[in-house]
């Protein structure tokens, strides 16, 4: 047996970095915080990988079965003999897989903003909050009950509001950063209330009592019903609210294409590789539960991935700034995952899902994180975000281009890119579970294809443009995160996760399926050559094409205009009828009662001060007094 | 026979007077010139004697029962201890000035003398010994509060609280005979067992609920609190509005639990009302007090008002969270005190009004207030929250949720009191406010062991649980 204690420092280092930074980060020079906190991270992603060694390798499954294990867990708090909080680390395959890909994407993220950053006068403050960032995500997958995992989405939450704000002078990231914050937290209610539901009537916090596989601790949860529906289904959509917030799933998906107000880096690490798929991790940490206990709320989990899927990759066609175009497609890839996780099924091939959907989350984190440090690489170059302003950069930025090329072929889902095998394994799973899901993605994978391929023609090839200063490729700091990263997003494909990571923690066989790839394949390389032929060149076609449909590109470019609507309900409806009624009621009527109130406690007070008149005699005659009250009142009630 | 090892679990009390024995011997031989050297000699050895009490300890019974110790009654003991010795930081710089200088070793003896009392009265396994440490305990505090003999306020003091306790150790000693008279026997054990449920029994539990509702100064029995409050020296009052309440609160709940278990529905009804009084009057009065001291004062009984609640969890639970509630009542009023002291030392003040614009003079001091002050109102994060949240949470759960619904009312009240003070340090202008002085360096020992306590004890979710394994072992 492996003793894995140590695993506590992988999720510790970050937090004296952040501790470090954060108090004597200002007496540093910007280079040693740095490389401090990259030193930081780096052992902690060192360590990760020996525990992925240890687990997967050296201990393997046990009976074909792998293990989790409980490597370090502190009583936190009690509430009751049997409902306590615990602190601690969990590790079974999702966790483990977990801390490898985040400590991996944060490592290039933090070497690669040594140099993105370079000259930003809050540099050290941004390092100390990347190493919180990074802390309060190892603390929430690692986490050994749900609410650790709770306090863990919290501080992620709180982490990436104070990364979006990092240009806080800047208005639109201050909006930016409160947008998400707020739509955030607001989902996290719902989280928690799920969490006492569940807690209320299971008795436990505990994981390794929640996921076990013995469903009988939920019997009086599916028993219960509440508006029809049993209270099982209403926790686990509850909780799923709670993931669908951090994921930025459809109708929660607002706060994330303004996210991109953020340094890049924090774009590439928060919101592309690791945060936003905490509610992918958070509904696979549950999927046992989901699976057999609510197979409703798997359903509605399903249908949300598929949508927000499908919508997310419709608005990126129309987008111009690069980053919000990396959004949209994040959006639609999580909506991947989600999709698969809602149709999967349990244990061996049926939980092909589940499988697919880790996958997926890996090989997404590689070639996303890939794709948007890529583009912060483009801007810091030529200093702008917008698609109109760039044009035929392959022959400045060389590596920039070759690595975005891969990025871009393994996102379309072009074989061998890694983006290819994943997405395979989750168009297979929907092909067994609901055709029109599956119809759905395979119409996303064509989008998704067509429009990272208008971002790649219009940024590399097509116009030429006249740039105040010739654009140049970026300094090593930044290009080796980005070759390192381009060699996960190509071969990430290959890592056998039908034997590492399935749902039911078994290995078994999976095959790839030539008519399910072949027809995703095609798709692709049809929007590849759609792509090709309105952007490779530059031309007035597309302008065409958009005059054409006129309305309905509006309404794409507007992203549906959900902003709009979302601020007509909280501006027009909430703020104006609803919030200016209760303002009145609040004045008039709870003010007015307060006050009254405090006027009677006032004028009590000013009574029931004569009580004190300094008299001894009084004093000792309200005592005696005050006794033999209780003498007569006990005598009352009890003879 | 009985050898010296059977004194072990005396040991507290032991070195208790050991320790006055040799702060005698320092008044004698010490010269009148360097009397001042009293201070820091008892104060060290009071450090010692804090220290010495977490070591383990001998459990065990003495003089048949009469005298009992165990790790509860210990740790009760300890957390007396800590409370005491901050006491004892506070009040060195008033007791160097030059008034004072003839009777130093006099306030220690006192107070230590008092402390023995206490001590007693928690360890004690019969109501005989409970009376002698009571009035130990009580005797010497009015000498004490007395202590300024030249101010007239302070004479008023003690001169009250003597009458006003005689009155009170006259009905408790009246309520001890009639349980006596009826189960013959004045051991709590014996006591316990031949309970009947005789009117007569029933006078007996509320004459004893009246005379410990004095030391604890619950509604109707507290009027004294405020004139004795105001008139006793600053530390006598911190010293009387903590450790003496809390030594009478531990060993109330104690005979509560062990001795009238048969009376358990009259005594609950008999603290629920008595809560809910407490509780309210105690806010009532403290709003319109300017004086800080009166203040503290009918805060105080507010605060009595809400241990009441703990006590009528009537468990382990309920006997922890009250133990933990001192625990963190000690650093918190103490910390207020500690300031209401040194300011009164430095400048005489000692009226709210007079603490306008505090925070640009002596911005340290007032944010310690603060910080006592949140946590005497129970705002989280600080001690006072997780306090009274273990408070309310085992009357919840024997199902007082009226109760509870009123101590959070009343909670809400405090905060407006609480308030006032940190308005009139931080926003109410003042042309010439207090100027800013230097706290002498154990007032400020005392003060940082309050803040640290305040911080410490409500989150080091171990101690609560040290208190709730011992609790469970009484």
């Not at chain 1, 899902?353 to 880790?358: D, L, N, Q, T, V």
């Not at chain 2, 010795?85 to 506070?90: E, N, S």
Request: aromatic letters at 16%; hydrophobic letters at 55%; glycine letters at 8%.
């Amino acid at each position: 047996m492996i003793n894995y204690t140590y695993t506590v420092w992988i999720v510790l280092i970050p937090l004296f970095m952040f501790v470090i930074l954060g108090l004597f980060g200002m007496k540093m020079r910007n280079s040693l915080a740095g490389i401090l906190g990259s030193l930081g991270l780096f052992t902690s992603t060192v360590l990760s990988y020996i525990t992925a060694y240890f687990y997967f390798f050296k201990v393997g499954p046990v009976d074909g079965v792998f293990q989790s294990v409980s490597a370090y867990n502190i009583e936190w708090l009690a509430f009751t003999d049997t409902l306590k909080v615990h602190l601690g680390v969990f590790l079974d395959p999702i966790s483990v897989m977990m801390l490898v890909v985040i400590t991996t994407v944060s490592l290039m993220c933090h070497i690669y903003s040594i140099g993105y950053m370079k000259g930003d006068t809050g540099f050290q403050r941004f390092f100390s909050f990347l190493s919180l960032f990074t802390f309060s995500m190892l603390f929430l997958v690692i986490a050994t009950d749900i609410i650790q995992m709770y306090i863990g989405f919290e501080l992620v939450g709180l982490s990436s509001y104070l990364l979006i704000g990092h240009y806080y002078e800047k208005p639109a990231a201050v909006a930016a950063a409160n947008k998400a914050f707020i739509v955030t937290r607001f989902a996290d209610f719902g989280f928690f209330v799920g969490i006492l539901l569940v807690s209320f009537y299971t008795g436990t916090f505990d994981f390794t009592v929640l996921i076990n596989g013995d469903g009988s601790i939920f019997a009086g949860m599916a028993a219960a019903s509440f508006m029809g529906m049993n209270i099982i289904t209403w926790a686990m959509l509850l909780i799923f609210i709670g993931g669908a917030g951090k994921s930025a799933l459809f109708p929660l998906h607002i706060w994330l294409p303004d996210a991109m107000e953020g340094p890049t880096p924090v774009s590439a690490l928060i919101h592309a590789a690791t945060m936003v798929v905490a509610g992918v991790y958070l509904v696979a940490r549950m999927f046992i539960v989901f699976h057999f206990q609510a197979p409703d709320a798997l359903e509605v989990v399903a249908y949300v991935g598929a949508f927000t899927s499908l919508f997310a990759a419709i608005i990126a066609i129309t987008q111009y700034d690069i980053k919000r175009i990396l959004a949209f497609s994040t959006l639609s890839q999580i909506g991947y995952m989600i999709l698969a996780l809602g149709v999967s099924g349990y244990g061996g091939e049926e939980g092909v899902g589940y499988m697919a959907s880790m996958f997926h989350l890996t090989t997404h984190a590689m070639f996303k994180a890939l794709l948007f440090l890529g583009a912060g690489s483009i801007i810091h170059a030529i200093h702008s975000n917008d698609l109109r302003d760039m044009g035929g950069l392959r022959k400045y930025m060389p590596i920039t281009f070759i690595t975005f090329a891969i990025a871009v072929l393994s996102i379309s889902g072009i074989p061998p890119f890694s983006g290819f095998w994943s997405k395979d394994e989750i168009l297979a799973a929907a092909f067994e579970h609901n055709k029109i899901i599956y119809f759905s993605s395979v119409l996303v994978a064509g989008l998704t294809a067509f429009y990272m391929s208008r971002l790649f023609f219009t940024v590399f090839f097509g116009k030429k443009t006249e740039y105040h200063h010739t654009p140049h490729e970026s300094p090593w700091v930044m290009t080796i995160p980005l070759i390192i990263l381009s060699i996960g997003a190509a071969f990430a494909g290959f890592i056998p996760f039908n034997e590492l990571v399935t749902s039911d923690g078994a290995v078994f066989e999976s095959h790839l399926s030539m008519s399910i790839a072949l027809p995703s394949i095609g798709i692709a390389l049809l929007g590849i050559f759609f792509a090709f032929l309105l952007y490779y060149k530059k031309s007035n076609t597309p302008d065409k094409i958009t005059t054409s449909l006129g309305f309905l590109y509006k309404t794409t470019l507007n992203k549906f205009y959900f902003d709009e609507l979302y601020l007509f309900v909280t501006k027009k409806i909430i703020f104006n009828i609803i919030s200016q009624s209760i303002a009145w009621f609040d004045r008039h009527v709870v003010d007015g009662s307060m006050n009254g109130i405090a006027w009677v406690i006032e004028k009590t007070s000013v009574k029931s001060k004569e009580l004190q008149s300094g008299q001894l005699q009084q004093y000792a005659f309200i005592f005696v007094a005050g006794t033999i009250i209780l003498v007569l009142c006990f005598a009352y009630l009890f003879n | 026979m009985m050898n010296l090892q059977d004194f072990l679990p005396m040991r507290h009390e032991i070195l208790l007077v050991f320790l006055m024995i040799v702060i005698i011997l320092c008044e004698i031989f010490i010269s009148e010139k360097s009397k001042h050297y009293v201070i820091n000699i008892s104060i060290v050895l009071f450090v010692l004697q804090t220290i010495v009490g977490f070591l383990p300890i001998q459990q065990g019974n003495m003089f048949g029962g009469m005298f009992q110790n165990d790790l509860f009654r210990s740790t009760l003991k300890n957390i007396l201890s800590i409370g005491v010795l901050i006491v004892f930081l506070q009040s060195s710089g008033w007791l160097k000035k030059e008034e004072n200088k003839g009777k130093i070793s006099e306030y220690f003896l006192l107070l230590l003398s008092t402390l023995i009392g206490m001590f007693f009265m928690v360890s004690s396994g019969d109501f005989l010994m409970m009376y002698l440490g009571l009035e130990l305990a009580t005797i010497p505090i009015t000498a004490l509060a007395a202590y300024e003999r030249n101010k007239s306020k302070s004479a008023e003091a003690g001169i009250k609280l003597l009458l006003i306790s005689a009155l009170s150790t006259g009905v408790l000693l009246y309520g001890i005979s009639m349980i006596y008279g009826t189960t013959g026997s004045v051991y709590f054990a014996d006591v316990a067992v031949n309970f009947g449920k005789s009117s007569l029994q029933i006078l007996g539990l509320i004459f004893f609920v009246a005379g410990m509702g004095f030391k604890i100064s619950l509604v109707p029995f507290h009027l004294w609190t405020a004139d004795v409050y105001e008139g006793a020296p600053i530390s006598v009052t911190a010293y009387l509005s903590v450790i003496s309440k809390g030594a009478a609160v531990f060993i109330f709940m104690i005979i509560l639990y062990k001795v009238f278990g048969a009376l358990f529905d009259m005594w609950n009804s008999l603290l629920y009302v008595l809560a809910v009084v407490t509780m309210t009057v105690g806010n009532l009065f403290a709003i319109r007090q300017n004086n800080m001291k009166r203040f503290l004062a009918f805060s105080s009984i507010a605060q009595a008002g809400f241990i009441l609640l703990g006590i009528l969890g009537s468990n382990a639970m309920g006997a922890a969270s009250v133990a933990y509630f001192v625990l963190i009542y000690i650093v918190t009023n103490l910390g207020a005190f500690g300031v209401v002291s040194a300011i009164y030392n430095a400048s005489g003040k000692e009226d709210m009004r007079e603490y306008n614009g505090l925070y640009k003079t002596n911005p340290m001091l007032s944010l310690v207030m603060t910080l006592a002050l949140f946590s005497l109102a129970g705002i989280p994060p600080v001690a006072g929250f997780f306090g009274k949240f273990f408070l309310f949470t085992s009357a919840a759960s024997h199902g007082y949720y009226i109760l509870v619904l009123i101590a959070v009312i009343n909670a809400t009240i405090s905060l407006y009191y609480y308030l006032r003070v940190i308005k009139a340090m931080f926003i109410d202008p003042n042309d010439n406010p207090i100027p800013y002085f230097k706290t002498d360096v154990p007032a400020r020992i005392g003060l940082v062991i309050c803040v640290a306590g305040i911080f410490i004890v409500g989150f080091a979710t171990s101690i609560y649980e040290a208190i709730y394994k011992f609790t469970s072992l009484m």
